[in-house]
């Protein structure tokens, strides 16, 4: 049996064999209260607040300082107050409504009414947890799978895609507009999540339950696909292109060895031919 946390609906809908089960959703946690002065700062925000991650693997020291610079001088403008979750406590905060912090609860503060937008590198996770939270997205992917998540934010139409290395004031500041003030976005995630919350079971009870059918069923092997035992030559079916491969260069010598008798008994029979061409 796998298990994979991710929903159907951001594979595609791939078509897959009955011992693949999607337990999307399995890594979440309970919700808690925001620390005060988190809660405070959110709370007394007066047009509410842009949260800005690129994860957990993105160190400051290999952020390109001029995409940083772009992202600064973007946010010095904002009517908005901007949360920033960034490693470096030396980084140079150019205006008041940028706020920085080495670390936050970023599954409950998703959640909180003041938050307009998610600029993220578009992890699954924090995709995870914005679609949950029902914040729209614009993504900046910068490795692993963040091309193809960021790539399903604009499938969805719940966010853009900008890239780090076409990063211009022009572009962030429009991405930004456009998906606080098109309130589609908005409304199209919170369709996506009720799509994907509606589950008969939890991702947990439904990895529990799979997991006790495989120990009942002793692996479970019925299930698997009959691919997944098969040599590969089987599986590419070597033996079908070989023999494909053998007819047509039969057929292609049978032609080309009829066109060659034609032409020797042709000249044979006209002999004037061949003086004529010679």
Not at 69 to 74: G, I
Not at 154 to 173: C, F
Not at 204 to 214: M, P, S
Request: with cysteine.
């Amino acid at each position: 049996m796998l298990f994979l946390n991710i929903h159907p609906v951001w594979g595609h809908n791939q078509p897959l064999p009955p011992n693949v089960i999607s337990v999307w959703g399995i890594h979440k946690i309970p919700e808690k209260p925001l620390p005060n002065d988190l809660g405070h700062y959110l709370n007394s925000s007066e047009n509410g607040v842009i949260y800005v991650s690129f994860g957990s693997n993105v160190l400051s020291a290999f952020f390109p300082p001029t995409a940083l610079k772009t992202l600064m001088e973007v946010f010095s403008k904002l009517p908005y107050d901007v949360l920033m979750k960034w490693d470096d406590k030396n980084l140079r905060v150019i205006s008041n409504n940028i706020k920085l912090s080495t670390w936050l609860p970023q599954s409950d503060l998703l959640k909180h009414s003041k938050i307009k937008l998610f600029i993220t590198q578009g992890g699954l996770q924090s995709t995870d947890e914005a679609i949950t939270a029902g914040v729209p997205l614009i993504g900046i992917p910068l490795f692993a799978d963040q091309w193809y998540n960021v790539e399903q934010y604009e499938n969805h139409k719940i966010g853009v895609r900008l890239d780090i290395d076409n990063l211009t004031e022009d572009n962030l500041l429009k991405a930004i507009t456009t998906v606080i003030d098109d309130k589609s976005y908005k409304d199209n995630i919170m369709r996506l999540r009720s799509i994907m919350r509606d589950q008969p079971k939890s991702a947990l009870d439904r990895a529990v339950w799979w997991t006790e059918y495989v120990l009942r069923h002793g692996g479970a092997k019925h299930l698997r696909s009959p691919a997944a035992n098969m040599p590969w030559t089987e599986y590419y079916e070597v033996d079908f292109i070989f023999k494909l491969f053998c007819l047509v260069i039969t057929i292609l010598l049978t032609i080309v060895l009829s066109l060659y008798l034609l032409y020797v008994y042709a000249f044979r029979k006209n002999p004037k031919i061949k003086n004529k061409i010679s």
